[in-house]
């Protein structure tokens, strides 16, 4: 998901964007919505947030990061 979504979702939680980074937007949304603020921490594939909005992102995310 681009960054340019990330921030309208953001605003419509009443977040600011600011200069934030993506990875820090998206889990203060999750932290927002209740949900556990994991995004780019699935290690291996693993994730059990099956409705999870970001997981494919996160994801792709986390495989960048562990290669």
């Known amino acids: 998901m681009r960054l340019e979504v990330v921030r309208v979702i953001a605003q419509s939680h009443g977040l600011r964007s600011g200069k934030r980074s993506k990875e820090d937007l998206i889990k203060s949304i999750q932290s927002e919505e209740g949900n556990f603020d994991c995004y780019g921490t699935a290690v291996q594939g693993v994730c059990d947030q099956e409705t999870c909005l970001w997981r494919?992102?996160?994801?792709?995310?986390?495989?960048e990061e562990t290669s």
Do not use: A, V
């Not at 494919?56 to 495989?63: A, I």
């Open 56 to 63: 494919t992102d996160c994801f792709d995310n986390s495989t």
